[in-house]
């Protein structure tokens, strides 16, 4: 494992994006699995000033986003479609047609689930997987449980997901209790994987899933065996490393 502490979220955008822009030149045609949530902004920030900038091109890339909630449409301004529209897709030059994620929509969701894992099968699996942290040490929506699945698949989210999440909602009613998320198996099949983590509310979540036992209790753990994970956070997230 590769963990680089920076000084916090600003200077941790910057190195994730900065990892992420030297796969994307190295391999132009490679497969990123992107994330959602608060914590990859900065750095899907600073990716679109390198591909206005610094001629950072995404025109052979495919991207595969870890998850979707169920019952949200694509134009829902909370589904992690529209996220991605807002936050990376356009402002960089990715084709729209090589940009993926799983539709929360589908009047059978556990076929729409084994769809996505196909299609990822078929694109060769993930070259680069970014991940955020949730505060129960989830990994796209692979929450606390007996085991651990590897496909991807539905899930029921966590009463602390739901409460994590209800900040982006009118009322608790209108955040959605289920998701559809990539499993732990095409993570860990990754080439790379790089974690991002930052905040004192996520210092606990980080010290178990790297430092903890490798449990489904805290899925972010598996993490541990992957041969190729970067974890990049700032200091808070880091202060129970070290104790
Ligand atoms: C959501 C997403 C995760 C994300 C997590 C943390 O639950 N499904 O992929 O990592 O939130 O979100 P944040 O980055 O806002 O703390």
């Not at 091109?57 to 992690?80: A, K, M, R």
Request: net charge negative; glycine share 8%; charged share 20%.
């Amino acid at each position: 494992m590769n963990l680089m502490i920076q000084k916090d979220y600003d200077a941790m955008s910057l190195e994730a994006a900065r990892l992420i822009a030297a796969q994307v030149r190295l391999e132009p045609g490679c497969v990123l699995g992107l994330a959602t949530g608060s914590t990859p902004i900065g750095c899907y920030r600073e990716l679109i000033r390198m591909n206005r900038e610094e001629g950072l091109d995404f025109s052979g890339v495919t991207s595969v986003n870890l998850d979707e909630y169920i019952g949200l449409s694509p134009e829902h301004e909370q589904s992690y479609r529209s996220f991605m529209e807002q936050h990376l897709f356009s402002g960089i030059n990715i084709q729209p047609e090589e940009t993926h994620v799983p539709s929360g929509v589908e009047r059978d969701p556990d076929a729409e689930a084994e769809r996505y894992e196909t299609m990822i099968e078929m694109l060769g699996g993930v070259d680069l997987q970014l991940l955020g942290l949730g505060p129960n040490g989830h990994i796209g929506f692979n929450e606390p449980a007996d085991f651990f699945t590897a496909e991807t698949h539905c899930v029921n989210l966590s009463e602390e997901t739901i409460a994590a999440n209800q900040r982006f909602f009118a009322s608790r009613d209108e955040v959605p209790k289920q998701a559809i998320t990539m499993g732990v198996g095409q993570i860990m099949n990754a080439g790379r994987v790089l974690l991002l983590v930052n905040g004192k509310h996520k210092a606990e979540a980080l010290r178990d899933s790297l430092l903890g036992p490798i449990t489904p209790r805290c899925p972010a753990s598996i993490l541990q065996l992957h041969p190729n994970l970067t974890v990049i956070c700032d200091e808070e997230a880091a202060s129970l490393l070290y104790e």
